[in-house]
C-alpha cells in the first residue's frame, strides 16, 4: 500500500505487444505518473483513432516522466497537453532539448497531413483537425523540467525519481523510480530503450538498478545484431564500390541517432585516409536541427567522441557534410551528376525528401540504396528489402535497377546478448518483470532468456494489463 492507502500499480497502456505508442502509468500514493507517452504508429486511422483517444483523463495526470526524444515515446505530449495536462514534464537536458526539435516537427507534419486530406476530402466531410499544431508543440514544451542523469528529482510526492544514462540516443534514460509509503520504500525501473555495447558516441548503459518491478524494452529480445566492430569497414566497401562505378548512395534515415551515427562514421573514415572525395548532403532540416543539438551536449558524449571532439569540434563534419535546408537546395541535388551521399528522411521511405531522391535514381545501376533501419511492411523501405522489381513512389512506377544494401548494425537497440549483459548481474534482485516494447515473438524470446537466467514472475502485458506492486 502507498502513503494514502490507495494501491501502488502500474497499467501498461502503450508499446505493449508492440513497438510504439510508449506510455505507462504508474499510481502512487494516490498521484498518477505517466511513463512516456509516445506516437502510435500503424494504420492510418487505427493509429489516428489510438493517440487522439487518451484510455484515461489527462487531466488527472499530476506528472509525466519521459525516458527520450524519439517520436514513439515522446510523439503524443502536446495532445496530451491539450486534452487538459497541466503538470510537470521531466527528463534529462539533452532530452529536453531533442523532444522540442523533434515535436515541433511532428506538429509541422500533422497540420500538413490535415491540409492534405481536407484538400482531397469529399464534399459534406467535416473537416480534419490536426492531432497537434505547432502553437501545441511550443506550449507542452514549457512544461519541461530537465534533471540530469544521477541526481535523483521528486516527481510527485514521496515519488524519487532518477535517470540513468541508457545509452540509446543522445539523452536517453533509464528511468528509476524510489516510492515512499507510510511504512515502506518500493522501487520501480523503467528501463525506456535500452543502447547497445560499443556503439559510438554515445556512452554505454549504466548498469541497471535492480526493483520490486523492472519494466523493460524488448525490440530486439530475439536477436544476435551484426557487431559495431564492422560497420565502418562494410560502409567504406558500399562507398568505394558505388563510387567506383560513379554512382550516388542514397541513405534513408531517421532524422535522429542514426543520422548522426553515420555521419560520425563517414567523417572517420575521411579523416584516416580510408575514404577521399566523398561529398556528403544531409537533406533534412530536422537532422540538422537535431545534430545542432547532438554538440550542444557533449555531456552525453563517450571518451573516445568527448576526446574526439575536444581535438576536433567539426565532429559532425560541418566542413565535410553539407546540410541542406530550402527545398531548392533539396532539388539541386538531383542535377548533380558527381557520385555523393545523400542521407535523407523518413527512414521507411513513407514521405519526406528521399522520395524525390528515390525518384530520379533508383533506375540506375551505378547508384546505391543503403538502407541502415528496420522497414516496417507494406512501406517504400521494405518493398526495397524485399528487391521488388518494380516499386511505385508517388504516382509513378519505377523499375528497381540500383543495388540495394541491406546493413542492419545500426540499430541503436539492445540484442539478447547485450540484454543479457546488461539484465543478469540483477537477476534475484528483481521482483516482477514486465516486458513492453516489443512484437510478442521478441519478447517471448527474452523472457524465456531472463527465466534461464533465473528471473521470476516475467509477464508480457496487454495493452490494459496491471500489475499491482502493493494493494
Ligand atoms: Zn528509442
Given at each position: 500500500m502507498s502513503a494514502?492507502?490507495?494501491?501502488?500499480?502500474?497499467?501498461?497502456?502503450g508499446a505493449a505487444r508492440t513497438v510504439t505508442g510508449s506510455m505507462h502509468l504508474v499510481d502512487a500514493n494516490g498521484h498518477?505518473?505517466?511513463?512516456?507517452?509516445?506516437?502510435?504508429?500503424?494504420?492510418?486511422?487505427?493509429?489516428?483513432?489510438?493517440?487522439?483517444?487518451?484510455?484515461?483523463?489527462?487531466?488527472?495526470?499530476?506528472?509525466?516522466?519521459l525516458s527520450h526524444a524519439h517520436i514513439d515515446h515522446s510523439g503524443n505530449i502536446p495532445n496530451l497537453v491539450r486534452q487538459g495536462f497541466h503538470g510537470p514534464i521531466y527528463c534529462t537536458?539533452?532530452?529536453?532539448?531533442?523532444?522540442?526539435?523533434?515535436?515541433?516537427?511532428s506538429a509541422k507534419i500533422q497540420e500538413e497531413d490535415a491540409e492534405f486530406l481536407n484538400r482531397h476530402r469529399p464534399k459534406g466531410e467535416r473537416p480534419i483537425e490536426p492531432l497537434y499544431t505547432r502553437e501545441d508543440a511550443r506550449r507542452c514544451v514549457t512544461q519541461f523540467y530537465s534533471i540530469p542523469y544521477d541526481r535523483p528529482g521528486e516527481v510527485t510526492p514521496g515519488v524519487q525519481v532518477r535517470f540513468l544514462d541508457a545509452g540509446h540516443l543522445l539523452g536517453s534514460a533509464i528511468v528509476a523510480l524510489r516510492i515512499q509509503s507510510a511504512s515502506q520504500e518500493h522501487t520501480i525501473t523503467f528501463t525506456g530503450d535500452l543502447g547497445?555495447?560499443?556503439?559510438?558516441?554515445?556512452?554505454?548503459?549504466?548498469?541497471?538498478?535492480?526493483?520490486?518491478?523492472?519494466?523493460?524494452?524488448?525490440?530486439?529480445?530475439g536477436k544476435t545484431h551484426p557487431p559495431v566492430g564492422e560497420l565502418a569497414g562494410g560502409l567504406e566497401d558500399v562507398v568505394q564500390r558505388t563510387f567506383n562505378r560513379g554512382g550516388k548512395i542514397l541513405i534513408p534515415a531517421f532524422s535522429l541517432g542514426r543520422t548522426q551515427t553515420v555521419i560520425y562514421y563517414l567523417h572517420q573514415l575521411i579523416l584516416s585516409g580510408r575514404l577521399k572525395n566523398v561529398p556528403i548532403f544531409v537533406d533534412s532540416p530536422l537532422a540538422a536541427e537535431a545534430t545542432e543539438v547532438f554538440r550542444l551536449h557533449p555531456e552525453c558524449f563517450d571518451e573516445v567522441t568527448a576526446k574526439l571532439l575536444a581535438?576536433?569540434?567539426?565532429?559532425?563534419?560541418?566542413?565535410?557534410?553539407?546540410?541542406?535546408?530550402s527545398v531548392e537546395e533539396s532539388k539541386q541535388?538531383?542535377?548533380?551528376?558527381?557520385?555523393c551521399i545523400i542521407i535523407s528522411a523518413s527512414g521507411m521511405c513513407e514521405n519526406g525528401r528521399i522520395l524525390h531522391h528515390l525518384k530520379h535514381n533508383i533506375e540506375n545501376p551505378a547508384n546505391t540504396i543503403l538502407i541502415i533501419g528496420y522497414q516496417a511492411p507494406d512501406t517504400v523501405g521494405y518493398r526495397l528489402v524485399q528487391r521488388q522489381p518494380k516499386i511505385r513512389i508517388f504516382d509513378g512506377i519505377y523499375s528497381l535497377r540500383a543495388e540495394v544494401v541491406v546493413m542492419n548494425g545500426f540499430s541503436s537497440h539492445a540484442?539478447?546478448?547485450d540484454f543479457m549483459d546488461?539484465?543478469?548481474?540483477?537477476?534475484?534482485q528483481v521482483g516482477k518483470v514486465r516486458l513492453v516494447h516489443g512484437e510478442v515473438e521478441q519478447a517471448e524470446a527474452l523472457a524465456k532468456s531472463l527465466r534461464d537466467k533465473g528471473f521470476k514472475d516475467v509477464v508480457i502485458p496487454a495493452r490494459g494489463e496491471k500489475v499491482v506492486i502493493s494493494p
Open positions: 494514502n492507502g490507495s494501491p501502488l500499480q502500474v497499467t501498461f497502456w498518477q505518473i505517466l511513463l512516456d507517452c509516445g506516437f502510435y504508429q500503424g494504420k492510418r486511422s487505427e493509429a489516428r483513432q489510438r493517440n487522439s483517444t487518451f484510455p484515461f483523463r489527462p487531466g488527472d495526470i499530476h506528472a509525466l516522466v537536458p539533452a532530452t529536453h532539448d531533442l523532444t522540442a526539435v523533434m515535436l515541433a516537427d547497445r555495447r560499443g556503439l559510438p558516441i554515445l556512452r554505454d548503459p549504466a548498469p541497471v538498478p535492480p526493483a520490486e518491478l523492472l519494466i523493460s524494452e524488448s525490440t530486439y529480445g581535438d576536433d569540434p567539426d565532429l559532425f563534419g560541418r566542413k565535410l557534410v553539407y546540410y541542406t535546408r541535388l538531383n542535377g548533380r551528376k558527381e557520385s540484442d539478447q546478448g546488461f539484465l543478469g548481474p540483477i537477476a534475484g
